[in-house]
């Protein structure tokens, strides 16, 4: 089955320790996303890549940090840097602007990773 | 800046009635707008959208959203609730372009058997 795949589901860390979630897609998707999602503050964007080896920060990207290195993955890596790094962390994929127009703005989700600092 | 706004954090419906999430938006341009779910420990489902067109989208799931410019709302329906539908809806829309989007704030629908 197609889809992605974040992993842990649930992690806890100390303060000060960096730690790196992992996202993985089979869609064979252009675009990926990570969003933070915060209870009655919906999702905010973190970071976001459109193609291998190229990302641009979202509205929140201070104290994280990724890479794209193969179309199929997309790791997130919290540093000490983020000041309140407790969150659901979601990854998504998309096809990449002008691959399918009729599919624009149609993200597809993992079901995501809880970090907890400790 | 371009926001989306749900005014509701919950709504409460009986099983059967029709239902209403509300989502106002605020955007340059053309809006294009969307609605997600989300079951619980869960990621984000694609439910609808409005790009272009017809003002009444219909998406999965039995759910419709009317697209309505005068009063900047994109208002998720659905006209008979299930007990089945009770999950947190996000609505959402683009923000120049790259399928970045700004999502609401979330509303918890609660159906009631």
């Known amino acids: 089955d197609g889809g992605i795949t974040q992993s842990p589901k649930y992690l806890f860390r100390k303060e000060g320790q960096n730690v790196t979630l992992s996202c993985e897609q089979n869609?064979?998707?252009?675009?990926m996303y990570w969003y933070r999602q915060d209870p009655g503050q919906g999702l905010r964007l973190i970071y976001y890549?459109?193609?291998?080896?190229?990302?641009q920060k979202g509205d929140i990207a201070e104290g994280y940090s990724v890479s794209r290195e193969k179309k199929e993955s997309f790791p997130l890596t919290v540093t000490s840097a983020q000041k309140n790094p407790t969150a659901f962390y979601l990854c998504?994929?998309?096809?990449?602007?002008?691959?399918?127009?009729?599919?624009?703005?149609?993200?597809?989700f993992g079901e995501g990773s809880r970090l907890t600092v400790l | 800046a371009q926001s989306v706004a749900q005014p509701e954090d919950q709504v409460n419906v009986a099983e059967g009635n029709p239902l209403t999430v509300k989502c106002t938006y605020s955007?340059?341009?053309?809006?294009?707008l969307f609605w997600y779910v989300q079951y619980p420990n869960r990621g984000l489902q694609f439910l609808l959208k409005?790009?272009?067109?017809?003002?009444l989208v219909k998406g999965s799931y039995g759910f419709e959203a009317e697209f309505n410019k005068s009063q900047t709302s994109f208002h998720l329906k659905k006209p008979s609730a299930l007990v089945s539908d009770s999950a947190l809806y996000f609505c959402?829309?683009?923000?120049?372009?790259?399928?970045?989007?700004?999502f609401g704030a979330g509303t918890r629908l609660a159906v009631h058997p």
């Open positions: 959402a829309s683009d923000s120049g372009g790259y399928n970045k989007l700004i």
């Open positions: 955007v340059s341009g053309n809006p294009y």
């Open positions: 890549s459109q193609i291998v080896n190229d990302f």
């Open positions: 409005y790009i272009t067109g017809d003002n």
């Open positions: 869609l064979n998707h252009d675009a």
């Open positions: 998504a994929s998309s096809p990449g602007q002008g691959i399918n127009p009729k599919a624009y703005g149609e993200l597809f």
